[in-house]
């Protein structure tokens, strides 16, 4: 292993010179969380114990800072950590007495808490609660997670760290965990820390700095020594050779949309695809078909990832798929009724989170995309455990009682009963063409809003990257993404569908939005303007349409599509006549497609909006000024003049047209297809008739 390969020091004395204990608290923990090498998102722990005042008797007394219940060491903020009262939490150490009691510890834990704080305590409060120690780390770190899960975990702990680093076997966490974590400590004061079984390291310090710098310091050097000693070939070397970078991409492309067709049924999900070095070594190797049925070892793995991954041939086809996850989830539910309690929790979605194909990667679905990327990023941290405990030993998987009795713990039910409601259109995915104008941005944050993933598709990038930006802050990097296209070419269009479907598994929405405007008397119409309104507003509209249509009737969940038409499209207006008949074959073209695609469930609708100027790129520059000059007007003067022309008196704006999108792309809208609705504040005569 090369320098660069080890964890650096990232502290910066200077810096933490400014900060309090908290503070120092944070800067650490936000450190270790940065390096998914040290532990990855939402794993691990880290606490200080602290001294302050008791806001009501003004007593001194000593806190317990620690990370609270569902966060994320590498992104929290200080309102991330629990705190507790140490006298009060040492007061239940002695009132325990055997493990009958662990649940019941949990609940009095909100006895503890210092100060109201609202933020609630983890599981693992008692771990650092107990070690005489004032700042701990606890970390899920591959390299030492890779020792923990080999057979001889006990021997490799001792002749990797020597005396330094003590070992506990595997058990659940708890206040017993706690207490005798806490012994270790007390009866070798020279330790620096403790390898937990099958799931992590502690390690302490007297300082923020020196904790932060042991647990770099432990990590390394078990990397180091699994570097050095790992049996060559891993995973026993190639089975199978890795396809071509595209054509992994092409496979997992169509693999995609078939999957989250059959497993979106009770709960739509976003997909993710990695081809990343380690993941192939492990799906093309000679012992994946082994290792991968062993499911992982540390907790925080298999919380996320399921009790195991399916695996998928490249060239499977629509019956292959539908017996393997048959076949997954049968056998999930024969795990669960092997296992369950008298008092568990009903049986949770029977489908895999991780799906592993040869020669091609890994797929990963879940409620939404962030949590699809991090249950792949925990599976490559699984790999990497496994890459290092077969290396030097056998690896061993938890045992399917223990993964069960987390999996199901009612702790961790309770936590999940407290997760907020998913938004309506969470899982979702939809493609917006000229996404970077008025009504396409619009449209894209209101269906952001409520949880949709969504891509924008526009000819101009500069536009668009600044828009795709913007929603990145607002809504997370996860949710949203930017792709280049001109609608006019069919194979931009078919590769930017594929790049969607590629980002989020699948496609559920389409708004056909992309457009242009066009003016001149019938005798001036060249052929030129002709030909290039239809490519934009007719032809484009229906290849966007048609492969958004093959990628839904092949997903088999069905879909909306929003066509965003025009009041000339129902409603002609002398010198546009390439433009009112473009806008009116959208429309009968949305009606032909609704026809087809009612019995798949593909539902076609369209919206017509008028005089929406706000925000608008057809309103821009040469429109505006065609339809000033036609109504003897100023261009100051276009949005009072339709205002006033409105039978509502109401100007029309981006976000009015988005709430019609939005009803028509959403549930709210399930029973209508083949219909328009018209946005433009009355107008007598685009009536429906």
């Excluded at 026993?236 to 054509?247: I, M």
């Excluded at 019995?599 to 000033?628: F, H």
């Amino acid at each position: 292993m090369t320098q660069e390969m080890l964890l650096p020091s990232l502290w910066d004395d200077a810096h933490a010179a400014t900060l309090d204990e908290p503070g120092k608290l944070l800067y650490r923990s936000n450190l270790l969380g940065s390096d998914l090498r040290i532990t990855n998102f939402g794993g691990g722990n880290t606490s200080a114990k602290v001294a302050a005042r008791d806001p009501l008797t003004g007593a001194d007394v000593t806190v317990l800072w620690v990370k609270g219940s569902g966060g994320d060491i590498g992104s929290m903020k200080l309102d991330g950590f629990a705190t507790l009262c140490m006298d009060k939490l040492m007061q239940l150490r002695a009132q325990y007495r055997a493990l009958d009691q662990e649940d019941a510890m949990v609940e009095a834990l909100g006895h503890c808490i210092f100060n109201l704080n609202p933020r609630a305590p983890s599981i693992d409060t008692w771990l650092h609660g107990f070690v005489p120690h004032i700042h701990i780390d606890h970390v899920h770190s591959d390299a030492v997670i890779a020792l923990a899960a080999a057979k001889d975990q006990v021997r490799l702990t001792a002749e990797v760290f020597g005396g330094e680093i003590g070992y506990l076997p595997w058990q659940r966490p708890g206040i017993d965990l706690g207490i005798r974590l806490g012994r270790m400590a007390e009866d070798d004061p020279a330790l620096k820390g403790v390898v937990l079984g099958s799931h992590g390291l502690f390690t302490w310090g007297a300082t923020a700095k020196e904790c932060y710098e042991e647990t770099l310091r432990i990590i390394n050097k078990a990397a180091v020594w699994l570097e050095a000693n790992v049996k060559r070939p891993v995973f026993g070397g190639e089975k199978v050779k890795a396809l071509a970078e595209a054509d992994r991409k092409a496979a997992a492309r169509r693999l995609m949309p078939l999957i989250r067709g059959r497993i979106s049924k009770a709960e739509m999900k976003a997909g993710h695809f990695t081809d990343a070095p380690e993941v192939l070594e492990f799906v093309n190797s000679h012992t994946m078909a082994a290792l991968a049925p062993m499911g992982t070892s540390c907790p925080d793995h298999f919380l996320r990832t399921k009790i195991k991954p399916l695996i998928v041939p490249a060239d499977a086809d629509a019956a292959a798929l539908d017996a393997l996850i048959d076949g997954y989830r049968a056998d999930y539910a024969a795990y669960f009724h092997r296992c369950k309690r008298p008092n568990s929790p009903p049986m949770r979605d029977a489908n895999a989170v991780i799906y592993l194909i040869p020669g091609v990667g890994m797929i990963s679905f879940a409620k939404d995309k962030p949590t699809a990327r991090i249950s792949a990023e925990f599976y490559v941290n699984a790999i990497n455990v496994m890459r290092g405990a077969s290396g030097v030993s056998e690896y061993q998987g938890l045992p399917e009682q223990e993964a069960f009795d987390i999996e199901y713990w009612l702790l961790e039910e309770a936590k999940l009963q407290r997760m907020p409601k998913p938004k309506p259109m969470q899982g979702r995915v939809a493609f917006i063409t000229g996404g970077a104008g008025g009504i396409g941005s619009a449209s894209a944050e209101r269906l952001l809003r409520d949880g949709c993933n969504v891509v924008l598709a526009d000819i101009d990038q500069t536009a668009l990257d600044e828009v795709v930006a913007g929603f990145g802050k607002r809504y997370g990097r996860d949710m949203v993404r930017g792709v280049g296209m001109d609608v006019t070419r069919e194979e931009q269009v078919i590769a930017a569908l594929e790049y969607t479907v590629a980002e989020f598994g699948g496609l559920d929405v389409v708004v056909n939005n992309a457009g242009i405007t066009s003016a001149a008397a019938v005798e001036d119409t060249s052929l030129a303007m002709w030909n290039r309104t239809m490519d934009i507003l007719a032809t484009g509209y229906f290849l966007v349409g048609r492969e958004g249509y093959r990628i839904m009737k092949d997903q088999a969940l069905g879909g909306s599509m929003v066509f965003i038409a025009s009041k000339n499209g129902v409603a002609a207006s002398p010198g546009a006549s390439a433009y009112c008949t473009a806008k009116a074959a959208e429309i009968h073209l949305a009606r032909c497609m609704a026809l087809e695609g009612a019995p798949m469930g593909i539902r076609v609708n369209v919206v017509n909006p008028d005089a929406v100027l706000r925000g608008s790129k057809i309103w821009q520059g040469e429109w505006s000024q065609q339809r000033a000059a036609s109504n003897k007007i100023a261009v100051g003067e276009l949005e009072e003049h339709y205002r006033k022309r409105s039978l509502l008196q109401r100007s029309v704006f981006p976000e009015d047209i988005a709430e019609a999108v939005y009803f028509f792309a959403s549930d709210l809208s399930a029973k209508s297809t083949g219909n328009f609705l018209n946005v433009d504040a009355g107008n007598a005569v685009s009536f429906t008739r």
